[in-house]
Nanobody, 122 residues
Framework: QVQLVESGGGLVQAGGSLKLSCAAS????????WGWFRQAPGKEREFVAA???????RYADSVKDRFTISRDSVKDMVYLQMNSLKPEDTAVYYCARGTSWPPDLASAYDLWGQGTQVTVSS
């Protein structure tokens, strides 16, 4: 059974950087899209970034030019490099496996990790 495990979250000051990692067990990595979502307290889960099967990338406008999604197909890892962090980036970040379109909808993903907390202080 495939599982996703996120890591790399933590507390950082505004303007700082964090790199989130998502480990995907099981040799199914290359057949799927991969995405990152986040959920702040009292808010709905929102799209952050997605990586398509042919390595195309999509980003939410709020993180464009600050965040970068990438993957290592040898290690079955998906990453989210987050730079110039802002307090409004504070949320639990989730890695997800995508099976349908469009990649910015949570319903397009069938498998989710447990999430990792990112807190950005002002």
């Amino acid at each position: 059974q495939v599982q996703l495990v996120e890591s790399g979250g933590g507390l950082v000051q505004a303007g700082g950087s964090l790199k989130l990692s998502c480990a995907a067990s099981g040799r199914t990595f290359g057949r799927y899209r991969w995405g990152w979502f986040r959920q702040a307290p009292g808010k709905e889960r929102e799209f952050v970034a997605a990586l398509t099967i042919n390595s195309g990338k999509r980003y939410a406008d709020s993180v464009k030019d600050r965040f970068t999604i990438s993957r290592d197909s040898v290690k079955d890892m998906v990453y989210l490099q987050m730079n110039s962090l802002k307090p409004e980036d504070t949320a639990v970040y989730y890695c997800a496996r995508g099976t349908s379109w469009p990649p910015d909808l949570a319903s397009a993903y069938d498998l989710w990790g447990q999430g990792t907390q990112v807190t950005v202080s002002s």
